[in-house]
Every structure is written in structure tokens, then in C-alpha cells.
């Protein structure tokens, strides 16, 4: 079951960040900026969107697969953490805030790679801090991509700022929650 219908919308996260990334890379003369902001905008939710339905069609067309499980984090991480550089690029973010959110996304797969390897992997299952953490990414990050007035009245670029300061909150939150799981676990190994 390598290349199934869930499987394949996978891979597209990962094909959609040279996409992203590339529309700030236009000439002027084909978009203007507001251009650029919300076709990247719309890019990023229509492919973070298969984050939810390739999870969906995989239980429903009963195609879950080892690979399929490790593939869909690697995929999300690759796009949150492409489309925050982006963001600091734009100036649009702060660079500590991708250091946090990149750093921890590499430390806690580290952690749960090697959780899986002792046999420990459900001590660093998924939680409701990490889920609260990424629901703030994948709001404050299309919001910072649209850098304007949504329906003439949300500025996206406040509350993008405020939302991604929230998400850097909430990730050194859930990284320490998951260190602590681990703890007896790192504690055990150490001797």
C-alpha cells in the first residue's frame, strides 16, 4: 500500500512548498503583491486541508499503511516550517518564532523516533497541547501569508501575529509535556 489515494495526497504537501514558496517569487508584472498573498494563502489551506481528508479516506477506504503514518507528519512539518521561513523572509514574523517552532518540531520527532525504538512510542502519543498548538499554526500561518484586510474588516496581519506568537507558546508547552512523558523513560536508559 505505497502509493494509495491518502498516500498520494500526502506527497502533495510536500510538492505544494516549492509551489508556495515560488508565488513570492513572481515578477510584479504577472501578480501584485496582494496578488501573491492570497494565492499563497489559499495554496497553503487547500493543501493543509488534505492533512485532515487523506486521514479520512484512509480509515474509510481502509488504505492505512506504516509508511501513510509516517509520511503525514514529515509532510506537515515540511510545510509548517517551509511556509514560517517564508514568513520570516517576508518579515512578516519573528525569527525566534521559527526557531522555536522548527527546533521543536526536530526535537520531538528525535524524541519519538527514539521512543519507537525502545518501544516506549505511546508515552509521546499526540496530545491535546499538540493539537491546540497545531490549530494555532494553521490559522495564524494562512492569516500571516494573506497579510490584509479579510472581508474588509479581520486584519489577518494582527491577529496572524498574535496567533503565531500563541502557537510558539503552545509548542514549548507541548515540547516540555512530551519531554516530561519521557522522562522515565530517558531516565531508565541513562544508566
Request: hydrophobic letters at 60%.
Amino acid at each position: 500500500m505505497f502509493m494509495t489515494i491518502p498516500t498520494i495526497m500526502t506527497w502533495t504537501r510536500i510538492f505544494a512548498i516549492p509551489l508556495i514558496v515560488g508565488v513570492f517569487y513572481l515578477p510584479d508584472a504577472l501578480a501584485t503583491q496582494a496578488e501573491k498573498n492570497l494565492l499563497a494563502t489559499v495554496m497553503f489551506v487547500v493543501f493543509a486541508a488534505t492533512d485532515w481528508l487523506d486521514g479520512y479516506l484512509a480509515r474509510k477506504l481502509n488504505q492505512t499503511s506504516s509508511f501513510g503514518a509516517f509520511l503525514d507528519p514529515v509532510a506537515d512539518k515540511f510545510l509548517v516550517c517551509a511556509c514560517v521561513l517564508v514568513l520570516v523572509h517576508l518579515q512578516r514574523a519573528d525569527v525566534f518564532v521559527a526557531l522555536i517552532i522548527i527546533g521543536r518540531e526536530i526535537a520531538i520527532s528525535a524524541l519519538r523516533e527514539w521512543m519507537a525504538q525502545i518501544g516506549a512510542s505511546k508515552s509521546v502519543a499526540v496530545h491535546m497541547i499538540g493539537k491546540l498548538k497545531t490549530v494555532a499554526q494553521m490559522v495564524a500561518i494562512p492569516f500571516l501569508l494573506f497579510d490584509g484586510a479579510l472581508f474588509g474588516i479581520i486584519n489577518t496581519h494582527v491577529w496572524g501575529v498574535w496567533l503565531i506568537w500563541a502557537a510558539a507558546v503552545l509548542t514549548i508547552w507541548s515540547m516540555v509535556y512530551y519531554l516530561q512523558k519521557a522522562l522515565p523513560e530517558i531516565r531508565a536508559r541513562a544508566q
